[in-house]
């Protein structure tokens, strides 16, 4: 985490009285944080969640400009910065229409078979700016300031329409409900240094640590910004460290949940927000990583030890299977649906059938060899992947090729 983050975060913990605990200790927890989430993809199932179920056609991207940098950094999995020009202005305000060069991409949100919003950093008049923006088949994309920084750990979120959303980025929640035009920052008490946010239909969920330091997590419908504490139980607060957050239906409803480090990883989750239950994963598992939610399934990769391999419940978390194929080094698994789910190594691109895992068409010759930051769905045809340079890339064959979306 860079320095301007860190001092971020000590003025969030300034203004917000970690009374409770101790502000460094806070900090380095969020370190771990960050540096674990390096290797977890981020969700985005708005629309899947949602209900989408419109089958997608495949119509090209007309996007303007070329593709982002595509240097690769060897001391970082994160995006590289774009090099800034001198700034010759003060930096646009949130939701200001902005016409940015070398955009790099650090998060996307598909609100529909279609149209999907990007989190990133470019270079704006001012010099190095955040960014947000709209794309759809057929059109250029509209981007505008961002709140907060260039923060290469930010997470977007847009429920299906596109008028509600939020970001998290230098620990601070902001919140749009006019389609990104204007930004506030949310404070939500139950979460100090929020973290992680998920549109699931029509509620938000963030998650994050509380004042003491421990996981926290607090939800409020879409259209409102009061959030209220999500309930979870003292057990699942103190011990071990949480996966990011993943859904999926099941007869009770969309179940929000995550996974634990403990003795045997286990999976926590909620329907209400009221009441939470946990299931233990397999013993064989010491540790998983890249919870994905897909309608009817969760996915998630499990390290036995001596290798990696997917595992997949389609009971919404009370009992896993591990599928018996080993997928190569760190690992990233977003779902597509009971069956299958895309697989990012480092190394290649595939798709899990079953047991087989198919060597997915990759965007470029060199993209198979980055690490992927996000890879997601929102729905079984289309797909997200974002590379460690900040790359954007789409699917609208359930994995099977991908094709670089171009950005100014």
Do not use: K
């Amino acid at each position: 985490m860079s320095d301007h983050l860190d001092e971020d975060l000590r003025r969030v913990l300034r203004e917000r009285t970690p009374v409770d605990g101790d502000g460094e200790a806070l900090l380095r927890r969020v370190h771990t944080g960050a540096a674990r989430r390096r290797t977890r993809r981020r969700v985005a199932i708005a629309a899947a969640a949602a209900g989408v179920t419109t089958i997608a056609v495949a119509v090209p991207l007309s996007l303007r400009g070329g593709p982002a940098s595509t240097d690769d950094p060897v001391a970082s999995q994160s995006p590289s910065v774009p090099a800034s020009g001198p700034a010759s202005g003060p930096a646009p305000r949130p939701g200001t229409p902005v016409e940015p060069t070398g955009v790099q991409v650090t998060a996307v949100s598909g609100v529909s078979e279609s149209e999907f919003w990007v989190l990133g950093r470019g270079t704006c008049p001012s010099g190095e700016c955040a960014v947000v923006g709209r794309a759809a088949p057929g059109g250029e994309p509209e981007f505008v300031a961002a709140p907060g920084t260039s923060d290469r750990a930010a997470t977007l979120a847009m429920a299906v329409g596109g008028t509600d959303g939020w970001v998290v980025s230098g620990q601070t929640l902001y919140a749009t409900h006019d389609g990104a035009r204007s930004w506030d920052d949310v404070a939500v008490t139950e979460v100090t240094v929020p973290e992680e946010v998920t549109v699931l239909g029509r509620r938000v969920w963030v998650s994050g640590a509380d004042r003491r330091g421990r996981e926290a997590v607090a939800t409020a419908t879409i259209d409102s910004d009061t959030f209220v504490d999500a309930g979870l139980p003292v057990a699942l607060r103190d011990r071990g460290t949480v996966d990011e957050p993943a859904a999926t239906r099941s007869e009770a409803g969309t179940v929000y949940g995550f996974l634990r480090d403990q003795a045997v990883p286990t999976f926590a989750g909620t329907t209400d927000g009221a009441a939470w239950t946990t299931s233990p994963t397999v013993a064989q598992c010491r540790d998983t990583s890249s919870l994905s939610g897909a309608d009817g399934a969760l996915w998630a990769v499990c390290d036995t030890g001596s290798g990696f391999r997917p595992m997949v419940s389609a009971d919404a978390g009370r009992s896993w299977e591990v599928v018996e194929v080993d997928i190569g080094p760190e690992p990233v698994i977003a779902a597509i649906d009971g069956e299958r789910a895309a697989v990012s190594t480092g190394i290649a691109l595939y798709v899990l059938n079953g047991t087989r895992l198919d060597i997915a068409s990759a965007p470029d010759e060199g993209a198979g060899s980055r690490r992927s930051t996000y890879l997601g769905f929102t729905i079984g045809q289309v797909g997200y992947l974002v590379d460690d340079g900040g790359r954007l890339s789409r699917t609208e064959n359930s994995g099977a090729s991908w094709q670089l979306v171009e950005l100014p």
